[in-house]
């Protein structure tokens, strides 16, 4: 099984956050764009017929900016080109201030069943210094429209200004509104962003302070029946994202539109972040990809441990073994030395103790070259 990502890059105001390849003043271009993410889908069909894809994940941007009739046929495209299994989950990220009764009554028919929401934060004062179109208000409305579907809600923490009560006021809105999944992000002030300038003025908060707000959310999160599966990622019992899993299982997916990864046969390759050279390569027959690499046996190592210890299952030192012709208790004995403390190995799994997975990065790097 493998997985489909598509990347739709329109919104209707950018991020003080925001890293991610979209654009606020483009959405005219809309129809054009869509066209040339079908006639992609056209172009690799042919060399991914022998997959079956068990996720489609329609991301951003915000997809949910551009009209609902564009994703509909998007879906449509995939079964037509695509092996895409009867039970694929299927997911759109939303806004809730680009949303409506009827949007979701078209993504529902078309066979979307999963629902990825930005909530952020559910204090208005801190939605407007983030630079989000939309107001808790908004939300609970859009909450209210995904009654009995299975939603997510992403939080972030370490917000200029951020109290333990604001997160905890944060998780309890999400969770009373339905949300089956919740995704607890730290801010991560990157350069180039309006929000760094808070960064280097100080008024964000600093890391021992954003590690104590995770691990009340985390607290906060287990107390409503919030399971962390993945160091950012809680859900209810059997709500976990497919399309999560199959990334953090160094899984194969195939990316759609402009700046979309893919992960194909032991191949890393990203198409281009330029939206006019992106229109030019479809529209002259070409794949825009503009980075290419294969990953060699050392690579694929590093990435399995990687990908496997950011979750809470662990790597299957079993299937590490068998797959890699490995002694991984004898290859990382230094590593695993070191970290004794903070690792256990639980049904010939390796994981991260539970005290220590948000500090996994310092961990994780040990098992690298």
Request: glycine share 8%; net charge negative.
């Amino acid at each position: 099984m493998a997985g489909i990502y598509v990347h739709v890059p329109f919104c209707k105001s950018k991020c003080r956050y925001c890293d991610f390849t979209s654009f606020p003043d483009k959405l005219g271009f809309a129809e054009s764009y869509m066209t040339c993410v079908y006639r992609e889908m056209l172009m690799r069909k042919e060399e991914l017929s022998g997959y079956t894809f068990d996720t489609l994940y329609i991301g951003g941007g915000t997809p949910s900016v551009i009209d609902e009739s564009y994703i509909a046929m998007l879906v449509a495209a995939a079964r037509k080109y695509f092996n895409l299994a009867k039970d694929a989950e299927i997911t759109i990220e939303m806004n809730p201030g680009t949303v409506s009764a009827d949007k979701i009554k078209l993504y529902k028919k078309c066979g979307i069943n999963r629902f990825s929401v930005g909530l952020q934060t559910a204090i208005d004062s801190q939605l407007r210094e983030l630079g989000r179109c939309h107001n808790l208000n908004q939300f609970v409305d859009c909450a209210k429209l995904l009654k009995g579907e299975n939603f997510n809600a992403d939080v972030m923490i370490g917000l200029k200004g951020q109290t333990l009560d604001d997160i905890d006021k944060t998780i309890q809105v999400a969770a009373a509104f339905g949300a089956s999944h919740i995704s607890m992000y730290a801010l991560t002030p990157e350069d180039g962003t309006p929000i760094y300038t808070d960064y280097l003025n100080g008024e964000l908060p600093d890391g021992d302070e954003v590690a104590d707000m995770y691990e009340f959310g985390v607290k906060k999160l287990a107390e409503l029946g919030f399971k962390r599966y993945e160091v950012s990622n809680f859900c209810k019992e059997g709500k976990e994202s497919r399309h999560n899993l199959n990334y953090w299982r160094r899984g194969e997916y195939i990316g759609f539109g402009v700046s979309a990864s893919s992960h194909i046969n032991n191949v890393r390759f990203t198409n281009t972040f330029d939206l006019d050279e992106y229109f030019k390569c479809i529209l002259s027959g070409c794949l825009p990809v503009i980075d290419r690499q294969e990953i060699d046996l050392p690579a694929r190592k590093e990435e399995s441990i990687m990908l496997a210890l950011r979750t809470a299952e662990g790597l299957d030192i079993g299937k590490f073994n068998a797959e890699y012709s490995a002694d991984f208790f004898k290859d990382y004995a230094p590593a695993l030395e070191k970290n004794a403390s903070a690792l256990q190995t639980v049904g010939g799994r390796l994981r991260i103790k539970d005290e220590y997975l948000y500090v996994q990065n310092t961990i994780i790097c040990d098992f690298l070259s």
